[in-house]
Protein backbone atom coordinates (compact mmCIF):
# COMPACT_ATOMS: atom_id res chain seq x y z
CA UNK A 1 0.00 0.00 0.00
CA UNK A 2 2.74 2.56 1.25
CA UNK A 3 4.51 1.92 -2.49
CA UNK A 4 1.50 2.65 -4.71
CA UNK A 5 0.64 5.36 -2.36
CA UNK A 6 4.10 6.35 -2.72
CA UNK A 7 3.77 5.91 -6.77
CA UNK A 8 0.83 8.05 -6.57
CA UNK A 9 2.54 10.85 -5.08
CA UNK A 10 5.44 10.94 -7.37
CA UNK A 11 2.85 11.82 -10.45
CA UNK A 12 0.76 13.66 -8.52
CA UNK A 13 3.89 16.09 -7.88
CA UNK A 14 5.05 15.66 -11.37
CA UNK A 15 1.85 16.56 -12.70
CA UNK A 16 1.91 19.18 -10.19
CA UNK A 17 4.70 21.43 -12.08
CA UNK A 18 5.00 20.42 -15.43
CA UNK A 19 8.27 21.48 -17.41
CA UNK A 20 9.34 24.86 -18.99
CA UNK A 21 6.97 25.81 -21.95
CA UNK A 22 8.15 27.00 -25.31
CA UNK A 23 6.76 30.87 -25.51
CA UNK A 24 4.43 31.75 -28.63
CA UNK A 25 6.66 31.85 -31.90
CA UNK A 26 5.40 35.01 -34.53
CA UNK A 27 6.89 32.46 -37.15
CA UNK A 28 4.07 29.47 -36.39
CA UNK A 29 0.68 29.91 -37.60
CA UNK A 30 -2.04 30.84 -35.41
CA UNK A 31 -4.57 28.47 -34.49
CA UNK A 32 -7.52 29.84 -32.67
CA UNK A 33 -10.08 27.21 -30.93
CA UNK A 34 -13.77 28.14 -29.79
CA UNK A 35 -15.11 26.24 -27.16
CA UNK A 36 -14.10 24.35 -24.16
CA UNK A 37 -16.50 21.12 -24.57
CA UNK A 38 -16.03 17.75 -25.43
CA UNK A 39 -14.83 18.55 -28.61
CA UNK A 40 -12.41 20.75 -28.43
CA UNK A 41 -10.77 19.66 -24.79
CA UNK A 42 -10.09 16.49 -26.60
CA UNK A 43 -8.52 18.24 -29.56
CA UNK A 44 -6.38 20.17 -26.36
CA UNK A 45 -5.25 16.35 -25.50
CA UNK A 46 -4.29 14.59 -27.93
CA UNK A 47 -2.52 17.69 -30.10
CA UNK A 48 0.96 18.51 -30.21
CA UNK A 49 1.07 23.05 -29.95
CA UNK A 50 5.08 22.73 -31.19
CA UNK A 51 3.81 23.65 -34.38
CA UNK A 52 1.06 26.42 -33.48
CA UNK A 53 0.56 29.38 -31.72
CA UNK A 54 -2.85 28.13 -29.96
CA UNK A 55 -5.41 30.49 -28.46
CA UNK A 56 -8.64 28.97 -26.65
CA UNK A 57 -11.18 31.48 -26.24
CA UNK A 58 -14.31 29.87 -24.55
CA UNK A 59 -17.17 31.68 -22.00
CA UNK A 60 -16.08 28.42 -19.63
CA UNK A 61 -12.38 27.84 -18.45
CA UNK A 62 -13.08 24.28 -17.71
CA UNK A 63 -14.55 21.01 -19.62
CA UNK A 64 -17.02 19.90 -18.19
CA UNK A 65 -18.14 16.41 -18.00
CA UNK A 66 -22.07 16.62 -18.76
CA UNK A 67 -23.10 12.85 -18.44
CA UNK A 68 -23.10 13.21 -14.41
CA UNK A 69 -24.32 16.51 -14.62
CA UNK A 70 -27.51 15.19 -13.08
CA UNK A 71 -24.87 13.64 -10.23
CA UNK A 72 -24.38 17.11 -9.15
CA UNK A 73 -27.92 18.58 -9.59
CA UNK A 74 -28.92 15.92 -6.79
CA UNK A 75 -25.97 16.14 -4.43
CA UNK A 76 -23.82 12.74 -5.54
CA UNK A 77 -21.03 14.36 -6.83
CA UNK A 78 -20.05 18.06 -6.18
CA UNK A 79 -19.68 20.75 -9.25
CA UNK A 80 -15.82 20.58 -8.80
CA UNK A 81 -15.57 16.84 -8.93
CA UNK A 82 -17.27 17.25 -12.95
CA UNK A 83 -14.90 20.18 -14.25
CA UNK A 84 -11.27 19.93 -15.43
CA UNK A 85 -10.14 23.65 -15.63
CA UNK A 86 -8.68 24.06 -19.25
CA UNK A 87 -5.51 25.01 -18.26
CA UNK A 88 -5.04 22.03 -16.34
CA UNK A 89 -4.32 20.45 -19.88
CA UNK A 90 -2.62 23.56 -21.24
CA UNK A 91 0.46 23.63 -18.94
CA UNK A 92 1.58 20.11 -19.80
CA UNK A 93 1.58 21.26 -23.83
CA UNK A 94 5.17 22.03 -25.44
CA UNK A 95 4.05 25.27 -26.54
CA UNK A 96 2.27 27.81 -24.12
CA UNK A 97 -1.68 27.73 -24.94
CA UNK A 98 -3.41 31.24 -24.18
CA UNK A 99 -6.50 30.20 -22.60
CA UNK A 100 -9.03 33.12 -22.48
CA UNK A 101 -12.38 33.29 -20.70
CA UNK A 102 -14.79 34.81 -23.12
CA UNK A 103 -17.61 34.43 -25.76
CA UNK A 104 -16.72 34.53 -29.13
CA UNK A 105 -19.39 36.87 -31.14
CA UNK A 106 -18.25 36.56 -34.59
CA UNK A 107 -16.14 35.14 -36.56
CA UNK A 108 -14.92 36.81 -40.10
CA UNK A 109 -13.71 34.25 -42.37
CA UNK A 110 -12.43 36.49 -44.90
CA UNK A 111 -10.58 38.52 -42.55
CA UNK A 112 -9.43 35.99 -40.53
CA UNK A 113 -10.50 37.24 -37.64
CA UNK A 114 -12.59 36.15 -34.34
CA UNK A 115 -14.17 38.96 -32.07
CA UNK A 116 -15.22 37.89 -28.86
CA UNK A 117 -16.22 39.73 -25.86
CA UNK A 118 -15.46 39.26 -21.90
CA UNK A 119 -17.89 37.05 -20.05
CA UNK A 120 -16.69 37.49 -16.58
CA UNK A 121 -18.68 39.52 -13.75
CA UNK A 122 -15.49 41.78 -13.19
CA UNK A 123 -15.66 44.19 -15.97
CA UNK A 124 -12.01 45.26 -17.16
CA UNK A 125 -10.84 47.95 -19.64
CA UNK A 126 -11.41 45.91 -22.58
CA UNK A 127 -14.81 43.98 -22.82
CA UNK A 128 -14.56 43.01 -26.76
CA UNK A 129 -11.59 42.40 -28.95
CA UNK A 130 -10.49 40.59 -31.98
CA UNK A 131 -7.99 37.86 -32.98
CA UNK A 132 -6.33 36.96 -36.09
CA UNK A 133 -6.17 33.31 -36.89
CA UNK A 134 -4.90 30.59 -40.12
CA UNK A 135 -6.72 28.18 -38.96
CA UNK A 136 -9.86 28.24 -36.92
CA UNK A 137 -11.26 25.06 -34.95
CA UNK A 138 -15.38 25.82 -34.16
CA UNK A 139 -16.06 23.79 -31.26
CA UNK A 140 -18.93 25.82 -29.46
CA UNK A 141 -21.63 23.49 -28.49
CA UNK A 142 -25.26 24.17 -28.56
CA UNK A 143 -27.73 25.81 -26.37
CA UNK A 144 -31.18 24.76 -24.81
CA UNK A 145 -33.88 24.77 -26.92
CA UNK A 146 -37.04 26.20 -25.43
CA UNK A 147 -39.03 26.52 -28.73
CA UNK A 148 -40.48 29.99 -27.41
CA UNK A 149 -42.83 27.65 -25.06
CA UNK A 150 -43.71 30.38 -22.18
CA UNK A 151 -42.48 30.44 -18.98
CA UNK A 152 -39.65 27.87 -20.26
CA UNK A 153 -36.62 30.52 -19.41
CA UNK A 154 -38.34 31.66 -16.63
CA UNK A 155 -39.66 28.70 -14.72
CA UNK A 156 -37.78 25.94 -15.21
CA UNK A 157 -34.50 24.47 -14.28
CA UNK A 158 -31.96 23.46 -17.23
CA UNK A 159 -29.22 20.65 -17.15
CA UNK A 160 -26.62 21.93 -19.55
CA UNK A 161 -24.16 24.07 -17.47
CA UNK A 162 -22.99 23.60 -14.03
CA UNK A 163 -25.00 26.77 -12.67
CA UNK A 164 -28.16 24.56 -14.07
CA UNK A 165 -27.43 21.57 -11.89
CA UNK A 166 -26.76 23.85 -9.07
CA UNK A 167 -29.87 26.01 -9.70
CA UNK A 168 -32.03 22.59 -9.92
CA UNK A 169 -30.76 21.28 -6.09
CA UNK A 170 -31.25 24.87 -4.58
CA UNK A 171 -34.75 24.55 -6.23
CA UNK A 172 -35.29 20.70 -5.17
CA UNK A 173 -34.23 21.68 -1.57
CA UNK A 174 -36.48 24.69 -1.12
CA UNK A 175 -39.54 22.62 -2.37
CA UNK A 176 -38.71 19.94 0.28
CA UNK A 177 -37.70 22.85 3.05
CA UNK A 178 -40.87 24.36 2.36
CA UNK A 179 -43.29 21.40 2.08
CA UNK A 180 -41.66 20.60 5.67
CA UNK A 181 -43.02 24.40 7.18
CA UNK A 182 -45.51 23.98 9.78
CA UNK A 183 -48.92 24.11 8.65
CA UNK A 184 -48.94 23.40 5.24
CA UNK A 185 -51.96 22.74 3.74
CA UNK A 186 -52.25 18.93 1.83
CA UNK A 187 -52.77 19.94 -1.33
CA UNK A 188 -49.44 22.29 -1.64
CA UNK A 189 -47.37 19.68 0.02
CA UNK A 190 -48.29 17.89 -3.01
CA UNK A 191 -47.82 20.41 -5.22
CA UNK A 192 -44.55 21.43 -3.95
CA UNK A 193 -43.01 17.91 -3.98
CA UNK A 194 -44.30 16.80 -7.37
CA UNK A 195 -41.15 16.90 -9.47
CA UNK A 196 -41.84 17.28 -13.58
CA UNK A 197 -39.27 16.17 -16.16
CA UNK A 198 -40.18 17.33 -19.59
CA UNK A 199 -38.05 15.16 -22.13
CA UNK A 200 -37.62 11.65 -22.38
CA UNK A 201 -34.28 11.26 -23.88
CA UNK A 202 -31.09 10.45 -22.26
CA UNK A 203 -30.95 13.76 -19.87
CA UNK A 204 -33.98 13.40 -19.08
CA UNK A 205 -34.19 9.72 -17.92
CA UNK A 206 -31.03 10.56 -16.24
CA UNK A 207 -32.64 13.13 -14.28
CA UNK A 208 -35.17 11.10 -13.23
CA UNK A 209 -33.34 8.51 -12.17
CA UNK A 210 -31.07 10.18 -10.12
CA UNK A 211 -33.79 11.94 -8.85
CA UNK A 212 -35.51 8.95 -7.59
CA UNK A 213 -32.36 7.22 -5.92
CA UNK A 214 -32.29 10.89 -3.59
CA UNK A 215 -35.55 10.39 -2.58
CA UNK A 216 -35.01 6.51 -2.11
CA UNK A 217 -31.69 6.95 -0.28
CA UNK A 218 -32.20 9.75 1.54
CA UNK A 219 -34.89 11.64 1.74
CA UNK A 220 -37.11 8.63 3.38
CA UNK A 221 -34.67 8.68 6.37
CA UNK A 222 -34.38 12.73 6.76
CA UNK A 223 -37.64 13.90 5.66
CA UNK A 224 -39.81 10.27 6.23
CA UNK A 225 -43.44 12.49 7.04
CA UNK A 226 -42.88 13.90 3.28
CA UNK A 227 -41.24 11.09 1.57
CA UNK A 228 -44.09 8.93 0.40
CA UNK A 229 -45.95 12.65 -1.23
CA UNK A 230 -42.33 12.85 -4.07
CA UNK A 231 -43.88 12.19 -7.63
CA UNK A 232 -41.71 12.31 -10.31
CA UNK A 233 -43.33 12.88 -13.76
CA UNK A 234 -41.66 12.71 -17.13
CA UNK A 235 -43.33 13.83 -19.83
CA UNK A 236 -42.11 13.18 -23.36
CA UNK A 237 -44.15 14.65 -26.43
CA UNK A 238 -42.96 11.18 -28.72
CA UNK A 239 -44.56 7.67 -28.55
CA UNK A 240 -41.48 6.73 -26.61
CA UNK A 241 -38.82 7.60 -24.44
CA UNK A 242 -35.30 7.07 -25.09
CA UNK A 243 -35.67 6.42 -29.04
CA UNK A 244 -31.96 6.00 -30.14
CA UNK A 245 -32.47 2.76 -28.15
CA UNK A 246 -33.63 -0.47 -29.11
CA UNK A 247 -37.37 -1.38 -28.20
CA UNK A 248 -35.59 -3.97 -25.55
CA UNK A 249 -34.32 -1.45 -23.70
CA UNK A 250 -36.60 0.99 -23.78
CA UNK A 251 -39.33 -1.24 -22.48
CA UNK A 252 -36.59 -2.27 -19.61
CA UNK A 253 -36.51 1.46 -18.46
CA UNK A 254 -40.22 1.84 -18.43
CA UNK A 255 -40.35 -1.28 -16.37
CA UNK A 256 -37.84 0.26 -14.43
CA UNK A 257 -39.26 3.67 -13.71
CA UNK A 258 -42.55 1.39 -13.33
CA UNK A 259 -41.37 -0.27 -10.38
CA UNK A 260 -39.74 3.38 -9.09
CA UNK A 261 -43.20 4.24 -8.90
CA UNK A 262 -41.88 7.26 -12.05
CA UNK A 263 -45.09 8.32 -14.09
CA UNK A 264 -43.92 8.16 -17.76
CA UNK A 265 -46.84 10.47 -19.90
CA UNK A 266 -45.84 9.59 -23.63
CA UNK A 267 -47.26 11.78 -26.36
CA UNK A 268 -47.36 14.44 -24.14
CA UNK A 269 -46.89 18.07 -24.96
CA UNK A 270 -45.61 20.85 -22.47
CA UNK A 271 -47.37 24.11 -23.75
CA UNK A 272 -46.35 26.32 -21.00
CA UNK A 273 -44.51 26.27 -17.84
CA UNK A 274 -46.00 28.63 -15.02
CA UNK A 275 -44.65 29.03 -11.17
CA UNK A 276 -46.70 26.50 -9.58
CA UNK A 277 -47.75 24.32 -12.44
CA UNK A 278 -46.79 22.77 -16.08
CA UNK A 279 -49.73 23.04 -19.02
CA UNK A 280 -50.14 19.75 -20.71
CA UNK A 281 -51.31 18.61 -24.28
CA UNK A 282 -52.34 14.99 -23.30
CA UNK A 283 -52.24 12.55 -26.36
CA UNK A 284 -56.50 13.01 -26.71
CA UNK A 285 -55.49 16.45 -27.27
CA UNK A 286 -57.22 17.84 -23.99
CA UNK A 287 -55.33 20.19 -22.45
CA UNK A 288 -54.48 19.81 -18.21
CA UNK A 289 -52.57 22.14 -15.66
CA UNK A 290 -50.57 20.15 -13.42
CA UNK A 291 -49.74 21.55 -10.14
CA UNK A 292 -45.93 21.01 -9.52
CA UNK A 293 -43.03 22.86 -7.36
CA UNK A 294 -39.88 22.05 -9.59
CA UNK A 295 -40.00 21.23 -13.75
CA UNK A 296 -36.47 20.13 -15.30
CA UNK A 297 -36.20 21.02 -19.03
CA UNK A 298 -34.63 18.79 -20.97
CA UNK A 299 -35.91 19.04 -24.05
CA UNK A 300 -33.07 19.26 -26.39
CA UNK A 301 -30.59 21.68 -27.89
CA UNK A 302 -30.32 24.46 -30.60
CA UNK A 303 -27.69 25.88 -32.50
CA UNK A 304 -26.09 29.01 -30.83
CA UNK A 305 -26.01 32.65 -32.41
CA UNK A 306 -22.78 32.40 -32.87
CA UNK A 307 -23.00 29.22 -35.01
CA UNK A 308 -26.25 30.85 -37.12
CA UNK A 309 -24.61 33.78 -37.86
CA UNK A 310 -21.25 32.31 -39.18
CA UNK A 311 -23.38 29.59 -41.63
CA UNK A 312 -25.42 32.76 -42.63
CA UNK A 313 -21.91 33.95 -44.11
CA UNK A 314 -22.44 30.75 -46.70
CA UNK A 315 -25.72 30.75 -47.74
CA UNK A 316 -25.23 28.77 -50.55
CA UNK A 317 -23.12 25.81 -48.88
CA UNK A 318 -24.49 26.10 -45.39
CA UNK A 319 -28.47 25.22 -45.73
CA UNK A 320 -28.79 22.47 -43.08
CA UNK A 321 -30.65 23.96 -40.35
CA UNK A 322 -29.41 21.36 -37.72
CA UNK A 323 -25.86 22.75 -37.95
CA UNK A 324 -22.73 23.30 -40.02
CA UNK A 325 -21.83 21.50 -42.91
CA UNK A 326 -18.49 20.05 -42.86
CA UNK A 327 -16.63 17.74 -45.34
CA UNK A 328 -14.79 14.49 -45.11
CA UNK A 329 -12.26 15.82 -42.94
CA UNK A 330 -14.38 18.04 -40.71
CA UNK A 331 -13.64 21.40 -42.68
CA UNK A 332 -16.85 23.80 -43.19
CA UNK A 333 -18.01 23.36 -46.16
CA UNK A 334 -18.01 26.75 -48.34
CA UNK A 335 -15.27 28.67 -46.49
CA UNK A 336 -12.88 29.46 -49.66
CA UNK A 337 -9.21 28.61 -48.36
CA UNK A 338 -10.68 25.68 -46.22
CA UNK A 339 -9.34 27.38 -43.01
CA UNK A 340 -12.30 26.63 -40.69
CA UNK A 341 -13.32 23.10 -38.82
CA UNK A 342 -16.20 22.68 -36.94
CA UNK A 343 -16.73 19.59 -34.41
CA UNK A 344 -18.98 18.68 -31.91
CA UNK A 345 -22.74 19.85 -31.15
CA UNK A 346 -22.57 22.64 -33.51
CA UNK A 347 -22.22 20.40 -37.08
CA UNK A 348 -24.92 18.39 -38.49
CA UNK A 349 -23.69 14.89 -39.33
CA UNK A 350 -24.83 11.63 -39.94
CA UNK A 351 -23.92 10.86 -36.49
CA UNK A 352 -25.99 11.84 -33.35
CA UNK A 353 -24.85 15.33 -31.56
CA UNK A 354 -23.02 13.12 -28.44
CA UNK A 355 -19.97 13.71 -26.28
CA UNK A 356 -18.79 10.42 -27.98
CA UNK A 357 -18.92 11.64 -31.62
CA UNK A 358 -17.41 15.17 -30.47
CA UNK A 359 -14.06 13.15 -28.91
CA UNK A 360 -13.56 11.37 -31.41
CA UNK A 361 -13.57 14.50 -33.66
CA UNK A 362 -11.37 16.43 -31.82
CA UNK A 363 -8.74 13.33 -31.66
CA UNK A 364 -8.77 13.06 -35.30
CA UNK A 365 -8.33 16.93 -36.06
CA UNK A 366 -5.51 16.86 -33.19
CA UNK A 367 -4.07 14.63 -36.19
CA UNK A 368 -5.38 16.38 -39.40
CA UNK A 369 -3.79 19.61 -37.74
CA UNK A 370 -0.61 17.96 -37.51
CA UNK A 371 -0.44 16.75 -41.13
CA UNK A 372 -1.33 20.38 -41.85
CA UNK A 373 1.50 21.91 -40.29
CA UNK A 374 3.73 18.86 -42.21
CA UNK A 375 2.47 20.23 -45.55
CA UNK A 376 2.38 24.08 -44.65
CA UNK A 377 6.35 23.50 -43.42
CA UNK A 378 6.94 21.62 -47.18
CA UNK A 379 4.89 24.43 -49.06
CA UNK A 380 7.09 27.43 -47.54
CA UNK A 381 10.40 25.08 -48.07
CA UNK A 382 9.51 24.76 -51.76
CA UNK A 383 8.78 28.31 -52.18
CA UNK A 384 12.08 29.29 -51.14
CA UNK A 385 13.27 26.56 -53.73
CA UNK A 386 11.84 28.05 -56.33
CA UNK A 387 12.89 31.47 -55.51
CA UNK A 388 16.74 30.71 -55.37
CA UNK A 389 18.52 30.17 -58.80
CA UNK A 390 17.40 27.05 -60.42
CA UNK A 391 20.71 23.93 -60.59
CA UNK A 392 19.98 20.45 -60.92
CA UNK A 393 20.18 19.66 -57.36
CA UNK A 394 17.75 22.52 -56.29
CA UNK A 395 15.46 20.89 -58.86
CA UNK A 396 15.53 17.61 -57.57
CA UNK A 397 15.00 18.81 -54.57
CA UNK A 398 12.16 20.47 -55.75
CA UNK A 399 10.86 17.70 -56.94
CA UNK A 400 11.22 15.74 -53.47
CA UNK A 401 9.41 18.19 -51.84
CA UNK A 402 6.65 18.39 -53.97
CA UNK A 403 5.96 14.47 -53.52
CA UNK A 404 6.20 15.15 -49.41
CA UNK A 405 3.43 17.71 -50.32
CA UNK A 406 1.04 15.65 -52.17
CA UNK A 407 1.62 13.15 -50.01
CA UNK A 408 1.19 15.49 -46.96
CA UNK A 409 -2.03 16.12 -48.47
CA UNK A 410 -3.85 13.06 -48.83
CA UNK A 411 -5.50 12.98 -45.49
CA UNK A 412 -7.74 9.82 -44.00
CA UNK A 413 -10.90 11.08 -44.10
CA UNK A 414 -12.58 11.55 -40.34
CA UNK A 415 -14.23 7.66 -39.39
CA UNK A 416 -16.59 7.17 -36.45
CA UNK A 417 -16.01 4.53 -34.35
CA UNK A 418 -18.95 4.40 -32.50
CA UNK A 419 -18.29 2.33 -28.69
CA UNK A 420 -22.16 1.93 -27.71
CA UNK A 421 -24.48 4.33 -25.91
CA UNK A 422 -25.02 3.85 -21.77
CA UNK A 423 -27.37 5.20 -19.72
CA UNK A 424 -28.20 5.67 -16.01
CA UNK A 425 -31.76 4.89 -15.01
CA UNK A 426 -31.60 5.16 -11.30
CA UNK A 427 -31.90 2.20 -8.99
CA UNK A 428 -28.62 0.92 -9.41
CA UNK A 429 -29.86 0.14 -12.95
CA UNK A 430 -27.86 0.88 -16.21
CA UNK A 431 -28.67 -0.01 -19.74
CA UNK A 432 -26.08 -0.29 -22.25
CA UNK A 433 -26.47 -0.52 -26.53
CA UNK A 434 -22.84 -1.89 -26.91
CA UNK A 435 -22.09 -3.01 -30.60
CA UNK A 436 -19.48 -5.67 -29.24
CA UNK A 437 -22.46 -7.48 -28.24
CA UNK A 438 -23.44 -7.10 -31.53
CA UNK A 439 -27.33 -6.36 -30.11
CA UNK A 440 -28.07 -4.74 -27.09
CA UNK A 441 -27.54 -5.80 -23.19
CA UNK A 442 -29.87 -4.36 -20.76
CA UNK A 443 -29.05 -5.62 -17.07
CA UNK A 444 -29.51 -4.48 -13.87
CA UNK A 445 -28.13 -5.01 -10.45
CA UNK A 446 -24.44 -4.91 -8.88
CA UNK A 447 -22.84 -5.38 -12.42
CA UNK A 448 -24.26 -2.82 -14.88
CA UNK A 449 -24.17 -0.58 -11.56
CA UNK A 450 -20.24 -1.10 -11.80
CA UNK A 451 -20.06 -1.22 -15.54
CA UNK A 452 -21.81 2.04 -15.33
CA UNK A 453 -19.35 3.85 -13.05
CA UNK A 454 -16.27 2.04 -14.47
CA UNK A 455 -17.56 3.23 -18.01
CA UNK A 456 -17.22 6.68 -16.55
CA UNK A 457 -14.70 6.77 -14.60
CA UNK A 458 -12.71 5.31 -17.30
CA UNK A 459 -13.55 7.88 -19.66
CA UNK A 460 -12.85 11.49 -17.02
CA UNK A 461 -10.43 12.87 -18.57
CA UNK A 462 -8.02 13.98 -15.96
CA UNK A 463 -6.87 10.99 -12.68
CA UNK A 464 -7.58 14.08 -10.49
CA UNK A 465 -11.19 13.98 -11.63
CA UNK A 466 -11.40 10.06 -11.19
CA UNK A 467 -10.12 10.25 -7.82
CA UNK A 468 -12.65 13.06 -6.81
CA UNK A 469 -15.81 11.20 -8.60
CA UNK A 470 -15.05 7.76 -6.71
CA UNK A 471 -14.05 9.84 -3.45
CA UNK A 472 -17.88 11.07 -3.89
CA UNK A 473 -19.39 7.73 -5.28
CA UNK A 474 -17.53 6.30 -1.73
CA UNK A 475 -18.64 9.31 0.64
CA UNK A 476 -22.17 8.96 -0.92
CA UNK A 477 -22.42 5.11 -0.08
CA UNK A 478 -21.13 5.64 3.51
CA UNK A 479 -22.77 8.52 4.74
CA UNK A 480 -25.42 9.43 2.21
CA UNK A 481 -25.64 12.95 -0.25
P1 LIG B 1 -32.89 14.86 -26.82
O1 LIG B 1 -33.04 15.82 -27.95
O2 LIG B 1 -32.29 13.54 -27.07
O3 LIG B 1 -34.32 14.61 -26.14
C1 LIG B 1 -35.25 15.64 -25.90
C2 LIG B 1 -36.65 15.05 -25.87
O4 LIG B 1 -37.57 16.06 -25.46
C3 LIG B 1 -37.13 14.57 -27.25
O5 LIG B 1 -37.45 13.21 -27.17
C4 LIG B 1 -38.34 15.45 -27.54
O6 LIG B 1 -39.38 14.74 -28.19
C5 LIG B 1 -38.77 15.90 -26.14
N1 LIG B 1 -39.50 17.18 -26.15
C6 LIG B 1 -39.16 18.32 -26.80
N2 LIG B 1 -40.07 19.29 -26.56
C7 LIG B 1 -41.01 18.77 -25.74
C8 LIG B 1 -42.21 19.29 -25.16
N3 LIG B 1 -42.60 20.54 -25.36
N4 LIG B 1 -42.93 18.47 -24.39
C9 LIG B 1 -42.52 17.19 -24.16
N5 LIG B 1 -41.43 16.66 -24.68
C10 LIG B 1 -40.66 17.43 -25.48
O7 LIG B 1 -32.09 15.68 -25.68
P2 LIG B 1 -31.04 15.15 -24.59
O8 LIG B 1 -31.58 14.05 -23.81
O9 LIG B 1 -30.59 16.38 -23.87
O10 LIG B 1 -29.83 14.61 -25.45
C11 LIG B 1 -29.11 15.46 -26.35
C12 LIG B 1 -28.04 14.64 -27.06
O11 LIG B 1 -27.05 14.23 -26.12
C13 LIG B 1 -28.55 13.38 -27.72
O12 LIG B 1 -27.85 13.15 -28.89
C14 LIG B 1 -28.26 12.31 -26.72
O13 LIG B 1 -28.07 11.03 -27.31
C15 LIG B 1 -26.99 12.81 -26.06
N6 LIG B 1 -26.90 12.37 -24.65
C16 LIG B 1 -26.51 11.09 -24.42
C17 LIG B 1 -26.45 10.62 -23.11
C18 LIG B 1 -26.04 9.19 -22.86
O14 LIG B 1 -25.72 8.49 -23.79
N7 LIG B 1 -26.04 8.75 -21.62
C19 LIG B 1 -26.79 11.47 -22.04
C20 LIG B 1 -27.21 12.76 -22.32
C21 LIG B 1 -27.26 13.19 -23.63
Request: glycine share 6%.
Amino acid sequence: TLGTLGVFYYYAQKDKSPGEQLPHDPSKKTLVVLGSGWGATSLLNSMDTTDYNVIVISPKNYFLFTPLLPSVAVGTLSPRSILQPTRYVTRHKKRQVAVIEASATSVDPIAKTVKFEDTSEIQGLVSTTTVNYDYLVFAVGAEVQTFNIPGVKENACFMKELEDAEHMQRRFLDCLETAAFPGQTPDEISRLLHMVVVGGGPTGVEVSGELHDFLEEDLRSWYPELASNVRITLVEALPSVLPMFSKQLIDYTESTFKEAKIDILTKTMVKEIKEKSVVLQMPDKSVVEVPCGLVVWAAGNKLRKVTQDLMAKFPQAQTNRRGITVDDHLRMVGVPDKSIFAIGDCTATSYAPTAQVASQEGAYLARIIAQLAKRDELAARLKALQETPAVEETKQEIESVQKQITKAEKMRPFHYSHQGSLAYIGSDKAIADLPFFNGNLATGGVATYLFWRSAYLSTLFSPRNRVLVANDWIKVKLFGR
